[in-house]
């Protein structure tokens, strides 16, 4: 171990590694990403003890010191290690890369310099920041500290101590012939200048050049001949090399225009030899981002820097210009002379780490030396020069227009103008028309609705009219108020040519060319909407509308598109510059293809690529503006290897195993390649980097915003969507702030002090027959992003994320399969943990998966200490290890499940320790600059708080991964809630992890918390924050999950109460409630074994829906029909026990499917939605299509669905949003399950109705008066139908029948006059491609086979027979018993062209069916098929209902609220009056009514707080046994139901005179209206009874009878837990036999600590919705509970 003590007093520490030595010097902080060997040996570290700001060190080892053909080190800036010291965050001594030979520790032991790892760095940084640089001293243990003294190295010349000593010379015979000025040379600036042919002779600093005369070819010095002057870097105070300056001063002042080219202190020591003066910086520039603008063209370059003190442009002699500016704190960067060719920068052109951006530098001097030499130095301009070198990266299609402007006397005006791009005299578009990406589908998700919203932000800024054109209704940018108009319409471009007046026609001709002929938009944005924007928009450049209307692309021209879409020109493209694209070749037929491939090798695709499988994928994003200036913002990196589609694998930023060789490499490729396509705004580039090399194949460049976009945004703070939106308008880099410092310019490169890991979502669970393999096809549906300091912590983190069932990379989660670990699935991140547990070597995993090695040892890692922590129990758990665990991302209940405890004892200990999590910001700098903005994420790899917390804000809860089920609509309303918040003055917090969410944007919130969303890290959220409450119900079910333990730690959860969320949630305590206020259900059992399954769906008849609480393989949810069906899906797919009970209900066939989503305040309905379901009960609610308002609901039935919905919403008290789904038949409705949360359609109701169900839900929660909303349908004027998206097509194998199961990935809604006019286009808008001719071929119901023998279980069976085609063909099924009919008519005109024919197969098992294309009738029906018959229409286009029932009202202006009431007994239930002596007095019934009229009590208390039930009436309280908690129990509850207590203790009594108790209890009793009595004797309390008339409760007769305490007890269980099925008890004679007693099942923590429970025998035929069943005795004498 050792310190890092500092000259301020304040210590740091931490791990030693390297060399055991105690050194002093001055503390500085360098902020680059990669390059660490690099930067060790650069001169200018002399004596520093440098803070690497990025986290992790040491991932790719060190090379050997290999020379190159001039002898330098290839890595190495000079021969030893000049720095002092080094402190980082995370040393990593395994290291992984093709080049490397040794550690990093062991390669500065062998230099002698020492390095400490495990501090706070970023709190280190921010120090020296706001201090400055300090003076420090690295002490190791053991050594005194007061014999390590510290030392300023600016006080010495440090610069005579490292110069050469004698001139030595490189490339001898070279041209032209350089003197280099040694003042702390780099490598790499020796050979920038040989490597272009330059002979360099290296001079000690103080050589005296000025003293030359002329040559054979220039200027000499004792010989030594040279035609230009190189000054080179150097550490320390330019003050200490007064000769060097001296000596360029007479060299530039006087007659000579022999070239000078001075980098660093170099640019420093030519500025004071001219006259110029320096000055120290607060704490320098160290680091590979850093923007420097050039004076005369504006470009802004990327340059890397390493100096503490910088020059006053304010006091250069008049003939000399800046000409670089740092764009970042307006320093100077660079001088030249106006006239002569010398100049100099500050930053270093040679890199070495860091961009090579402005190599180019060395050659317009040595360009300048060769001119010179040959005598044309007089006629040089070398301001001209440089101005033609810094604007060669233009737009391709500009170069020619170059040679116009090549002389010195062309005006700047000119340049600018050929370098932008942009048309002469074009002007910033007033209205801008913006192409969504339409419905969620894999490939395609959420992140569109972020990049589409930046974009209308920052347009909106710029004051441009927005109209956007998106049918994804459940988006951000498609709310009100965001967009200036939104088209919820279908995004199609003309499908042919045709004159424009066609566009007025028929859908088919393209809607968007409507909407550019109505709006007359002059730009669109094609970026922003994925790839279905962009086909859009390259169809309507290719058909004429753009130009036909005026309509400029902005960004990216379409011509950049195009070569980017098309594999074969993007080759061509790239081979223009030289750069390499896979191997490849386009084949048109099967035996090309194989040709193609056996030329190439296999695998093949439908465009023949060289298989890369193995190799390194690596991206970068790029983004790009119209003078050229190009920036990377984000470098990431797949844990898996090339093969895995990157949407599939696990991603991480920045890259780890890349060396600064290769980092630059493929940035310097990225930058170059994009500069050729002139993409105008963001884009993604990726490669395919072997392994062994540096070879490397760019895979593909998307010309858009993506998938990747969203992640490096979120990952990076830098808003990507934002900064492209505003570079479409012709606005540049450089004139844009980063909005995240709002000092800083937005042209810079983001510095990362954590690292990023992105895992994505797969549920293919669902879907039986698709292969859960996962290769170079998409299959994800969503992804999480994890921050942390190690590695190791974010990726725990993000496995938790994407499945809150999963506790991190957790071995016992699945078994080994090395086939699996070769051809990778789903799961092969739990199977590397696996087998790491199993003792698979990290280099034998390598060989199996070929995931970088360096990741495999920190997987390794995580199973290690999981080893560690399974042999400690949680006494023996000491600080250091539960601190490690913490560190490396383990949480709370992870580490309890190892050792064997509790989540909450470990969270005790943790705290007991001082162990709590530290909050940090993303701020792109890497605390260079302040922050701005909070954008933040927790670790425990901290010492400090990044911020204050000064409490008082709302809090709300994200919905975490898209996943099917929970998408883009909850964060809709997660975001709707947080913009009424801040509308209503309130300070806010978001805490979410899905970086494809515009929740997740850091300028929605005031605060948001990109982490977990868990009850851990949401309550040390909490109890940093003091939030004034926490919302729960806007993020979806995951929010919800977490309302009863947040509740129990004391959180102010606002809007409905954690209890009735419970309530309702608990299939036990809501069918409680309903059977409450006699509302209707569908009978359902909870069941532990296969055979009482089977007796069930025999009682209520089948078909019967089946839950299953754990599933072995296939869907989650199924139907059986029969008892085969049943068995065989019980007995394949599910386990049944009792730890994994069965859920069974009765499936109700042919009934109407009806949605109600409404807001309500403290229990009164303020606004409600009956929006209904166009396919009937049996299509999960996210598949069906949606109607509002709906169209074949009656009156009467509508006035049922608004008085049960309020009934619900009084019972549960609501404030806020729920949603109760319906199912009606027979004029029948029953409730089927009830969220008190926002659903899915929260979004749909509210765009159609006009009414922000979101706003109206917010208020209430936090107080504000709402008036009840009417909604008059008749006024609206339009129906919406929501119709699912589904993916289909990316799932190979997947059944397209829907069920129970969701199987949509998004949905899409839009308006019509009327339901057919909106469900076509909502079904347009899927991307369902509508022929001339079609047939909706439609498949009976269920309902036609009754009664018959089922020969065929689906139509999957029926086809593989082909009897379906045989039957179209034919005109009938083969089977004589069954019926075919058609009807000819079924209102085809209202479905714009359809012959639509329905047809009903009998003896079919007929689920809802996605069916495919049939061109015509003659395809499928012969001519003889009858026009009359059987009709059967799905509900949208059933004909004859009614206008009046068209148009009905929802209205609330009428409370209708059921009143608070107690049946407080049942006149023959014999609880009125008897004495409570034992529980065996007892039935089932009386029971049930006992916890059913506490739990109204307990709602009543809690939200009035007293009541007047028991006003006037006393408690006698006698006890003669001391219990504190029972006693108070009884007083409390008394008092708060109104009655008052009489209390009597034994010390309080006479019987300390000699009372009897039959005494003291006939006298309380003439005081009381009941008694309550403790004893120590037993059967006192019945001995009492004998005496007294009024009322006797038996609170504990010693070791006898407690009955109070056993209801209290089983009350307790199941408000817990919804009920007690299952759960066995075992009661033994009284309190000393208690500690014996178990209650399997039951969590511990729900346990009290003298839980008892004595529950008599109950008939054998009681049953109920309370989950107290069968009762049958245990052999001593208990009760054993079953389901």
């Not at 300090?134 to 390590?148: F, W």
């Not at 790009?624 to 949407?647: F, Q, W």
Request: aromatic share 8%; glycine share 8%.
């Amino acid at each position: 171990m050792a310190r890092l003590i500092l000259e301020d007093g304040s210590e740091y520490r931490g791990k030693l590694f390297g060399a055991q030595r105690s050194t002093p010097g001055e503390v500085v902080f360098q902020t680059g990403m990669v390059g660490y060997p690099e930067a060790l040996t650069d001169p200018s570290y002399r004596s520093q003890i440098l803070v690497f700001t990025y986290p992790l060190m040491g991932n790719y080892g060190v090379p050997p010191y290999t020379r190159d053909e001039y002898g330098l080190p290839l890595t190495f800036e000079s021969d030893k290690i000049h720095l002092s010291a080094i402190i980082v965050e995370d040393y990593c001594e395994e290291y992984s890369h093709w080049e490397a030979s040794r550690s990093l520790g062991n390669w500065m032991k062998e230099q002698g310099v020492p390095g400490i790892c495990g501090i706070d760095t970023r709190e280190l940084t921010k120090k020296i920041r706001e201090r400055g640089t300090m003076l420090g001293k690295v002490v190791v243990d053991g050594d005194d500290c007061t014999k390590v003294d510290f030392l300023d190295p600016n006080h010495q010349n440090m610069v005579a101590e490292i110069s050469i000593k004698a001139p030595k010379v490189y490339n001898p015979t070279g041209e032209p012939k350089i003197i280099a000025v040694d003042a702390g040379i780099k490598h790499n600036q020796i050979r920038c200048l040989v490597k272009r042919g330059a002979c360099v002779t290296v001079v000690p600093w103080d050589y005296d050049f000025s003293a030359s005369g002329p040559g054979r070819g220039g200027d000499s010095v004792d010989g030594v001949e040279f035609d230009g002057v190189f000054i080179s870097n150097g550490p320390g105070d330019p003050a200490f090399c007064a000769k060097t300056s001296e000596h360029i001063g007479k060299f530039v002042t006087s007659e000579v225009y022999t070239p000078v080219f001075g980098i660093c202190l170099g640019h420093q020591l030519l500025c004071r030899g001219i006259g110029a003066q320096t000055f120290k910086l607060k704490y320098g520039n160290r680091g590979q981002n850093q923007p420097c603008i050039h004076s005369t063209t504006g470009r802004c370059f990327i340059t890397t820097q390493n100096h503490g003190y910088a020059v006053d442009p304010t006091t250069l002699p008049s003939d000399w210009m800046v000409l670089f500016t740092n764009g970042n704190d307006g320093t100077n960067e660079g001088v030249v002379h106006k006239t002569k060719p010398f100049f100099s920068v500050q930053f270093h052109p040679e890199h070495m780490p860091g961009p090579q951006d402005l190599e180019v530098l060395f050659d317009v001097f040595l360009d300048s030396c060769l001119q010179h030499k040959r005598g044309g130095g007089r006629s040089v301009s070398l301001c001209s020069k440089l101005d033609m070198a810094l604007s060669r990266f233009v737009p391709p299609f500009k170069r020619s227009s170059l040679p116009a402007i090549r002389q010195a006397d062309q005006g700047l005006e000119e340049l600018q103008t050929v370098l932008s791009g942009q048309p002469k005299g074009a002007e910033r578009p007033s209205k801008v028309l913006i192409l969504g990406s339409g419905g969620l589908s894999i490939g395609q998700a959420g992140e569109f609705d972020y990049s589409g919203s930046q974009a209308i932000k920052a347009l909106k800024e710029e004051k441009v009219v927005t109209v956007l054109v998106n049918p994804n209704i459940a988006t951000v940018q498609t709310s009100k108020g965001l967009a200036d108009k939104v088209y919820f319409l279908p995004i199609t471009p003309p499908l042919y040519h045709s004159d424009f007046h066609h566009y007025l026609l028929p859908l088919k001709d393209g809607v968007v060319p409507m909407v550019i002929m109505k709006e007359r938009p002059e730009g669109i944005l094609l970026s922003f909407g994925g790839q279905i924007a962009l086909n859009c928009g390259v169809r309507l450049h290719e058909e004429g509308v753009l130009d036909k209307f005026g309509v400029r692309v902005l960004g990216t021209p379409v011509r950049s598109i195009v070569m980017t879409e098309d594999r074969q020109k993007f080759a061509e493209q790239l081979a223009m510059i030289g750069e390499p694209v896979a191997p490849s070749k386009a084949a048109y037929t099967v035996n090309e293809a194989v040709a193609a491939a056996e030329e190439i090798g296999y695998p093949r695709a439908v465009l023949i690529d060289k298989s890369l499988k193995g190799w390194k994928e690596i991206e970068y994003e790029v983004v790009r503006d119209c003078c050229g200036n190009c920036i990377t913002v984000c470098n990431m990196e797949n844990v898996d290897p090339l093969g895995v589609h990157t949407g599939e694998s696990i991603v991480v930023a920045p890259s780890q195993t890349l060396s600064n060789a290769e980092y630059n490499m493929l940035r310097t490729v990225a930058i170059k390649t994009i500069q050729h396509l002139g993409v105008v705004g963001e884009c993604n580039i990726q490669y395919a980097l072997n392994p062994q090399n540096m070879e490397y194949y760019i895979i593909e460049v998307n010309a858009r915003l993506s998938r990747s976009s969203a992640l490096a945004s979120k990952a990076t703070g830098y808003p990507l969507a934002y900064v492209a939106a505003k570079l479409g308008l012709g606005i540049t880099l450089p004139q844009l702030k980063n909005s995240v410092t709002r000092a800083t310019t937005a042209c810079f490169e983001p510095s990362l002090d954590y690292v990023v890991v992105k895992i994505p979502r797969w549920d293919l669970v669902k879907f039986a027959h698709v292969s859960n393999k996962i290769g170079s096809s998409m299959k994800s549906v969503g992804e999480v992003m994890a921050v942390g300091r190690k590695f190791e912590e974010a990726l725990q983190k993000a496995l938790r994320m994407v499945d809150d069932s999963v506790i991190g990379f957790d071995p016992e989660h699945i078994a080994v399969s090395e086939e699996d670990l070769t051809n990778p699935t789903d799961k092969r991140i739990f199977m590397v943990a696996a087998a790491l547990k199993e003792g698979y070597t990290v280099d034998r995993l390598y060989e199996l998966t070929r995931i970088d090695l360096w990741f495999l040892q920190k997987m390794k890692n995580i199973v290690d200490t999981i080893s560690k922590l399974q042999m400690f129990n949680n006494k023996a758990l000491n600080a250091d290890l539960l601190l490690r665990a913490k560190q490396l991302g383990f949480s709370d209940k992870q580490i309890a499940r190892y050792v064997g405890t509790r989540e909450q004892d470990i969270c005790s200990l943790r705290k007991s320790f001082g162990i709590t999590p530290f909050v940090k910001q993303i701020d792109t700098l890497a605390a260079e600059y302040p922050a701005f903005t909070n954008y933040l994420y927790i670790t425990y790899n901290a010492s400090s708080h990044d911020l204050d917390f000064p409490g008082g804000a709302v809090m709300v809860i994200g919905s975490g991964v898209y996943r099917i089920g929970s998408s883009v609509e909850f964060d809709w309303c997660a975001v709707g809630c947080i913009r009424e918040l801040r509308k209503l003055g309130k300070s806010t917090i978001m805490v979410n992890y899905n970086p494809e969410t515009v929740s997740t944007d850091y300028d929605e919130c005031d605060r948001l918390y990109f982490d977990e969303i868990t009850f851990e890290t949401v309550m040390a959220i909490c109890d940093l924050e003091s939030p004034e409450g926490v919302i729960l119900s806007m993020g979806g079910q995951l929010p919800n999950n977490i309302a009863i333990p947040l509740s129990r730690k004391q959180v102010p959860i606002l809007g409905t109460s954690p209890d009735m969320i419970d309530c309702a949630e608990n299939r036990f305590k809501f069918s409680r409630l309903l059977d409450h206020i006699g509302v209707e259900q569908p009978q359902w059992k909870e069941l532990v074994d296969i055979e009482s399954a089977e007796q069930f769906c025999k009682s209520v008849g089948y078909p019967c829906l089946v839950r299953p609480s754990y599933v072995l393989s296939g869907a989650a949810m199924n139907v059986a029909h029969s008892q085969a069906d049943l068995e065989g899906y019980l007995g394949d797919a599910v386990a049944v026990s009792r730890e994994h009970p069965v859920v069974i209900s009765k499936f109700i066939q042919d009934a109407k499917e009806i949605d109600v989503d409404a807001v309500a305040c403290d229990g009164n309905v303020v606004v409600m939605a009956i929006s209904e379901h166009v396919e009937n009960a049996g299509v999960h609610s996210g598949d069906a299509t949606l109607v509002l308002p709906a169209q074949d609901l009656n009156e009467e039935t509508v006035k049922s669905i608004e008085s049960i919905t309020r009934a619900v919403g009084s019972a549960l008290a609501v404030s806020g949003p729920f949603n109760i789904q319906f199912i009606a038949k027979d004029n029948r409705l029953k409730v089927i399950e009830c969220n008190l949360r926002v659903s899915r359609s929260f979004p749909f109701v509210s765009k159609t109705l006009d009414v922000d169900f979101v706003a109206l839900a917010t208020k209430i929660i936090v107080g504000v008066p709402v008036k009840p909303v009417v909604v008059d349908f008749q006024a609206l004027g339009r129906v919406g139908v929501k119709v699912p998206q589904f993916s289909f097509s990316r799932l190979t194998g997947a059944d397209v029948r829907l069920g129970v199961e969701m199987a949509s990935t998004g949905e899409v809604a839009c308006f019509g006059k009327d339901r057919y006019d909106a469900y076509l286009k909502a079904l347009l808008s899927t991307g369902f491609v509508l022929p001339k001719k079609n047939i909706l071929l439609s498949i009976g119901t269920y309902k036609g086979r009754r009664g018959r023998e089922q020969k065929y279980k689906s139509i999957v069976h029926y086809s593989s027979e082909r009897k379906v085609e045989e039957a179209l063909r034919n005109g009938q099924p083969p089977d004589a018993d069954n019926r075919v009919t058609f009807s000819g008519e079924c209102g085809a005109k209202s479905i714009a062209g359809f012959d639509v024919v329905a047809c009903r197969f009998q003896g079919l098992n007929c689920e809802p069916l996605l069916v495919p294309h049939i061109r015509s009738r003659s395809e499928s029906l012969s001519s003889d098929i009858p026009t009359g018959g059987e009709t059967y229409l799905p509900p949208p286009f059933s004909p004859g209902a009614s206008s009046k029932e068209h148009h009905h009202h929802h209205t609330s202006s009428e409370h209708h609220v059921i009143p608070f009431k107690l049946n407080m007994g049942m006149p023959s239930s014999g609880l009125l009056g008897p004495h409570l002596l034992t529980v065996t007095q007892f039935n089932k019934d009386q029971l049930h009514h006992i916890f059913n009229v506490s739990e109204d009590m307990r709602k009543m208390v809690r939200k009035f707080g007293c009541t007047d039930l028991l006003k006037g009436k006393v408690l006698g309280s006698m006890f003669f046994e001391v219990s504190t908690r029972t006693m108070c129990s009884f007083h409390a509850a008394m008092q708060r139901l109104g009655g008052t207590v009489v209390s009597m203790t034994k010390e309080s009594s006479s019987a300390m005179k000699g009372e009897s108790l039959e005494d003291s209890v006939r006298m309380m009793q003439s005081y009381s209206d009941i008694l309550v009595l403790r004893h120590p004797e037993p059967g006192s309390a019945k001995a009492a009874s004998t005496v007294v008339h009024k009322p006797l409760i038996n609170a504990g007769d010693g070791v006898g009878e407690h009955p109070t305490q056993a209801l209290l007890d089983i009350f307790t269980i199941r408000q817990e837990i919804g009920t007690v099925n299952g759960l066995n008890r075992y009661h033994g004679g009284g309190p000393q036999t208690w500690p014996h007693c178990t209650l399997a099942g039951t969590p511990p923590n729900l346990v009290p600590s003298e839980a008892v429970l004595c529950v008599p025998t109950v008939p054998p035929n009681a049953t109920g919705s309370d989950g107290l069943r069968e009762g049958a005795k245990d052999p001593t004498g208990g009760v054993h509970f079953i389901g």
